[in-house]
């Protein structure tokens, strides 16, 4: 056993060996045939704890031990000599005790001296034996057992005694309220110890038994792989959050982010850290273009007015601008660590951008088609009449949103992730209605989108045929057909890879989001740039007249018809 524990790395300071009786004696480590004690195997042995029976004591002890030592060696093994085995005074008082309690029987008229009696005999028998005073309890159980705690020292090594040195006893039952003995110190309520256990190494100080493997672990303040040889000097934390600082390390580079700085994702194969950076220049180019179509549009729109941005209306032109802005800034709530903000963020700011730059759309394409579905009348709708619209469009969108919020609340939170099966920081949907609410607020949104588009698509085949002074009905209806084509192949892939493949799902709702805002932002916007800056050179436009009409179905916009709609 011990070559095998030394070969396992045991016989250190962070080990302790307790052995019963029967292996702790100085046999284990001396020469049977030469009772040379082997000093190499000793010293690996010390340190040990061991227990003994407790030996004999007392007047009656003493008296046996020198009737012992005048016995023939030959005629009682063992005899000889002042000491006896642990099992001899034992052995006596079993004996006596066993003949007492026959006495006990005999005392009864009638009885017999069968098991049973002589056993119930028993507690009535009280006598002082060679190991202390002998009686039985009700059951029939002798005294608590009381056994010699002994160890193997390095002092009494020193001191050329090689065998176990008894150093305390050990009572059955003994409590605080128990007295063993005043001279010894009481450890535990079991224990008293006359001296301190010498552990392996000859320390009296008691080791640190909670021996545990060294595990590999993450810190993501420092951001590095770090080990912890003792196995518990470092606490793993769960991905929770800030406070979360050492994480198991299995969490590295595993395409979810798990650390507040995200140091656990950074100089990975697939590292989210470059994705936010890549698309966090894009997005923010795209902010810049918004704003750009923005101050563009409000400064030929209002000041150095242009037919090609006053027939596009500027108003819906700034409320597209403003839409797109405000989408742009709900994908940055996607960036990082999931929080509580950001999962609310990313439903409020998304939708309501959604809607706000499709009904701007829709708005446009409505005004055309109301006014030229009857060729020989023009019925103009004013600015504040539509924009009312667009209000009354996002109006559902919020109410919709606040009860979401209310009763399916976007909260961060540990989830267990189906692609590594391990918890990581999420945006999930608790409160009152919990996923259920989910579904269900999500595609009541998605189902009053779809209606706009819906509607902006028949809206765009009507008005197919009118030839505009600017061709703005086809650049409108590109747009919604756009957006239209982005929802139904966005969706349900998102569904299908959100719990597979987190960094996919990133790139392909960032992307839609991001392309389906630009996309509207270029088709209104290019032509009008161009037209001005390169066409026209900033130089006012000559009055024009666009082609007349073939027939009942096809219209077009003049110049009169313009001032007279916008």
Sequence with gaps: VIRHAERLDMLTDKYVWLCSDACSTSQIFTDPETGKVDEKLRNKFAGMLGTHYQTGHGRLYEEFLDEWEKEDIFQFAGSGKRETSYFAPYGIEALGAYLLAIVEVGKTPGKTYSAENIISALVNVSFEGVTGLVSFDNDGRERRAVFDIVNLRYDSLRADYTDFVRIGVWTEGADENDVIDTNVDLIAPRFNFTFKPQFHGGSYDFPDLDVRNSFDYW??????????????????????????????????????????????????????????????????????????????????????????????????????CLAAILGYGGLFAFFGQPHTVSCNFRIWFLSVAVITAISALLVKSFRVWRLYRSPTEIKALKDWQLILFVIASVIPVLILLVLWTGLSTPTAKLIEASSDDKEHLLCSYGSVAGMIGFYFFFFAIVAYVALFLLFGIFLSIATRNVVSTFNESRLIAISIYNITFSAIVTIPIVFVLKDSDPFITWIIIVTAFAYGFTATLVLQFFPKIWGIVVRDKFAKEASTQSGNSSGPTHASVTSRDSKAIF
Aim: proline fraction near 4%.
């Design 219 to 320: 810190s993501c303040n420092d951001g590095e792989e770090k080990t912890d040889e003792t196995g518990k000097s470092v606490r793993l934390e769960k991905p929770d959050g800030q406070g979360a600082n050492n994480i198991d390390n299995s969490y590295r580079c595993d395409e979810f982010i798990d650390c507040y700085n995200m140091s656990d994702e950074w100089g990975c194969p697939v590292s989210f850290p470059v994705l936010f950076i890549v698309y966090g220049i894009f997005l923010f180019l795209f902010i810049c273009f918004a704003v750009f179509c923005l101050i563009f549009t409000c400064v030929f729109g209002f000041c150095i007015r242009r037919k090609r941005i006053r027939a596009s209306s500027p108003t819906f032109l700034i409320i597209m």
